[in-house]
């Protein structure tokens, strides 16, 4: 690394822009998020520019440029759009002593400018010392949908506190414990959600020590990892693993999941598989309100939707049973990522225009549904961990005249390097399965279109294997 990041505070401190095209613009875009004076140097200003000075934010400066324009200043940028004159006025503004950005001349520059990701007073610069422009642009994108657009608010709340803090909570690890907290716990949820007034007297009623309740009780969230890769994710499930104390997660959450989590965050498996009990849902029940209780901000962690054969109810009242504040952040759910990975739509306007979600799996006991009621032409049907009930859907289907040709797409391992496509129909799903060896996760795709009645073409099995 040839050049050390850092910030340079820029109150009263004059900046040189030499150039008045859209170049010099851009830098002065940039330096007006400082509190910088701003000298432009140019014959005449683009309307942006002009624009700026009417206003009184920048000064122009249309005399020839000479040696002393760039003598007294914090930074010169040479933005003229003139290869040539930028090294000329190099030599001068080197001459001055100033330190010196050129504009796409890397060999010139004494500093180079980030990409900039403001939350201020939080501030994220990203910087490849002129190397990859581009690439540090596309990770400031990465970045910025990552931070809550309220986060500098509430830094600047906290930064408004902290005289408070220090006069109460002597330094060291209990005042570091009590900020991780307020960054990562009701304070900071209430603010995001948009109720800044109410986390404001939260944060000055824990300080006064008067919140006892609060200091011992944690948060649950019901996050979905999606169907497997984790850029499915959504930027809250993200967030919730980065502010997790402990998180417990499923059988089929892929680890490059949790590396999105905070590195000291414990993780405990609860993974359930068919016929192995060893984490019941009441056990899950017990191990995530417990956690909560002892303060600890608890991710409960489930391949795809919670909301979507997930048994998210049954932890969701548990913990509101006890009084422990919960909230369910949706994922994508394996029949869109199924979808996805087809190239092809669960809905066709005049085709298809009604979609249903279906078991394969009962509570142990209850009789199997009858999915022949909800196959109707015109209706796609995504099948959930149904790979051992394919003879039943086929006699089930076939016994109330849905027709064999039919064509079923089953995709296992959704989004993962491991998926594989493969094609069969009604007739043939039970041989499919088992001459393929299909096994879970996967789900059995049945599009029941209105065409299904105006050909009789068979369809023929082909199998699709991605590594």
């Known amino acids: 690394m040839d050049a050390f990041p850092m910030f340079i505070k ?68 040479l933005a003229t759009g003139d290869e040539p004159r930028d090294r000329k006025l190099h030599v001068l503004a080197k001459r001055a002593g100033a330190t010196v950005n050129v504009v ?26 002129g190397a990859a422009p581009v690439l540090a642009r596309r990770i400031r994108t990465e970045i910025e949908q990552m931070l809550d657009p309220s986060l500098g608010r509430f830094a600047a709340l906290a930064g408004r506190m902290r005289d408070s803090v220090a006069a109460r909570i002597p330094a060291g690890q209990a005042r ?24 404001t007297d939260m944060l000055k009623t824990r300080i006064q020590g008067l919140d006892l309740e609060h200091k011992t009780v944690g948060h649950i969230s019901l996050v979905g990892a999606g169907p497997g890769a984790r850029d499915l994710l959504t930027l809250r499930a993200v967030e919730r693993l980065q502010e997790a104390d402990i998180i417990f997660y499923d059988r089929l959450v892929d680890p490059d999941v949790l590396e999105l989590a905070r590195r000291d965050a414990e993780r405990v498996y609860v993974g359930k598989s068919v016929g192995a009990h ?50 369910l952040v949706p994922g994508v759910t394996a029949a869109s990522g199924a979808a996805a990975s087809l190239g092809r739509a669960l809905t066709e306007r ?3 225009d009604r979609l249903v979600l279906a078991t394969g799996m009962c509570k142990p006991g209850d009789p199997a549904p009858d999915w022949s009621e909800m196959a109707h032409p015109g209706t796609t049907m995504v099948f959930y961990m149904a790979v051992q009930q394919a003879q039943t859907i086929k006699d089930n289907l076939l016994s109330n005249g849905v027709p064999g040709t039919l064509p079923i797409e089953i995709v296992e391992q959704v ?17 499919t399965v088992a001459t393929q060896n299909v096994q879970n996760p996967a789900v059995l795709i049945l599009r029941h279109s209105k065409m299904a009645y105006k050909t009789d073409k068979p369809v023929s099995l082909s199998v699709v294997q991605f590594k």
């Open 278 to 327: 060893s984490w019941p849902q009441d056990r899950i029940n017990n191990v995530i309100i417990n956690a909560a209780k002892r303060g600890q901000n608890v991710v409960r962690l489930k391949s795809g939707d919670p909301a979507v054969f997930g048994r998210a109810t049954e932890e969701m009242e548990a913990a509101r049973c006890v009084g422990i504040p919960v909230e």
């Open 350 to 352: 005049g085709e298809t």
């Open 415 to 431: 989004s993962t390097p491991q998926e594989r496509q493969i094609l069969s129909t009604v007739e043939t799903l039970p041989e």
């Open 176 to 199: 570091l414990r009590f900020w991780k907290d307020v960054f990562s716990g009701a304070e900071w949820r209430v603010f995001r959600s948009g109720s800044e007034r109410k986390a």
């Open 10 to 77: 820029l109150r009263d401190k004059r900046v040189a822009i030499a150039g008045g095209g859209e170049t010099a613009a851009q830098k002065c875009r940039l330096m007006l998020k400082t509190s910088a004076d701003i000298v432009v140097l140019a014959k005449t200003l683009e309307p942006e520019l002009q624009a700026l000075k009417d206003k009184g934010r920048i000064s122009h400066d249309a005399s020839p440029i000479t040696e002393a324009h760039f003598a007294n200043t914090a930074m010169v940028f």
């Open 104 to 129: 796409d001349q890397p060999d010139l520059c004494d500093i180079t400018t980030p990409s900039i990701v403001d939350r201020d007073p939080v501030v994220v610069a990203i910087g490849t010392e």
